[in-house]
């Protein structure tokens, strides 16, 4: 942090102080309601455990090292998944012990950093190609660490992983075979079912990610390869690899907070999923009224991603977020009940990438603020 930005943190540049009353709290600003953060922890943890499967909570959401501590304390998790190598640093910096990349780390300064990591924390990654086999193995020995390594296969997302099968043995072999690296299972995450909004639809593309997982597992298995990880599924899906006697590792992340997008997921009574609860608000003010039925918040494009739509207004059915801009937010207002400096609740469209555009979260109880978390790892992309 420059030394600007540390005077300001240090005096008064908070979007709010513990204590306050939510009507207090700064706006634009990224809320946390801790009874409904809580009760979504709970909620996954009994589910988990009765499905007799570990969860590795994804850390890619929140990116924050409280929250990650709150996950495997009071939520059971085995360790934390992350995607990038300095989300991974700061989590292992903040005492996170068990951390995985759920992604490719190819690049040799990566891996270089990866490695170093590997002596303060259990390391494990994904891997899709034999030539990142070589590079793993030569920085591990070179720090005299071991990496956990995952071969990805690609069962049906169209991103990253091989084939499921033999593609996946031979890799598999690869890495059991080269020193200072250990096979440590496979990753098969269908992320691009976890939004399909329709129930039967969504349980077609994970019955078959299952199949390819199974069949790959089979397939390791005859070659003398035993998976101690099956890792994969996500919010909209985890019943599915949790019931499947396949998987055993689960990777769940926006189930803390959830978001518009998840609200229009339908689980198989055709209503929206309802066992977990938003957690996750913008706090923002009406800052315009000079228009009637419409009125202008403060919660624009830099506070906020759309790219899964535009937030829903928490509580309200008589108003509507419309149109976005840079600071601004034009909210329909057809009965001309907003006035100036009125706060409402937005729900984000997409919670991941919101929470990486803020530096704290503010956690409120009831009306009052309880806590201020940092985004620890905000723009830790690299």
């Not at 801790?34 to 499967?53: C, I, K, Q």
């Amino acid at each position: 942090m420059n030394d600007i930005k540390q005077k300001l943190v240090v005096g008064l540049n908070l979007p709010a102080r513990v204590g306050m009353e939510l009507s207090q709290v700064c706006t634009p600003a990224l809320l946390i309601d801790l009874d409904a953060f809580e009760a979504n922890v709970a909620t996954l943890r009994e589910r988990l455990r009765t499905a007799g499967v570990r969860h590795r909570a994804h850390a890619k959401t929140h990116k924050s090292v409280d929250i990650a501590r709150y996950q495997i304390e009071h939520g059971g998790a085995c360790g934390i998944c992350c995607q990038k190598v300095a989300e991974a640093e700061i989590m292992v910096a903040g005492g996170i012990a068990d951390v995985m990349l759920s992604n490719q780390v190819t690049d040799a300064g990566k891996i270089d950093r990866l490695a170093r990591l590997a002596h303060s924390a259990r390391i494990l990654v994904c891997v899709d190609d034999p030539g990142n086999v070589e590079t793993l193995s030569a920085a591990a020995q070179q720090h005299g660490v071991e990496l956990e390594c995952l071969v990805e296969i690609d069962c049906g997302a169209r991103r990253c992983g091989v084939e499921p099968g033999s593609a996946a043995v031979t890799i598999a072999q690869k890495i059991s075979a080269s020193d200072g690296l250990k096979f440590a299972g496979l990753q098969a995450y269908q992320g691009a079912a976890q939004h399909i909004r329709d129930y039967a639809e969504r349980r077609r593309h994970l019955e078959t990610a299952v199949a390819q997982a199974r069949d790959t597992v089979s397939a390791l298995q005859a070659a003398g390869l035993s998976c101690d990880i099956v890792a994969g599924a996500g919010t909209g899906s985890y019943y599915f690899e949790a019931a499947s006697g396949v998987y055993n590792e689960m990777q769940c992340g926006s189930y803390i907070f959830m978001d518009a997008d998840y609200q229009r997921v339908l689980d198989a009574a055709g209503k929206r999923i309802s066992e977990f609860k938003n957690s996750l608000f913008i706090w923002t003010s009406i800052m315009s009224k000079t228009r009637d039925f419409e009125a202008v918040c403060d919660a624009g494009l830099k506070v906020q991603s759309v790219d899964s739509g535009l937030p829903m207004i928490f509580g309200r059915d008589d108003i509507e977020y419309t149109t976005i801009s840079d600071e601004h937010g034009v909210i329909a207002d057809p009965h001309n009940r907003l006035r100036l400096n009125q706060k409402l609740k937005l729900v984000p469209g997409h919670c991941d990438p919101t929470c990486n555009l803020h530096d704290w979260y503010v956690g409120i109880r009831g009306d009052k603020v309880e806590c201020l978390w940092p985004v620890s790892a905000r723009g830790m992309a690299f």
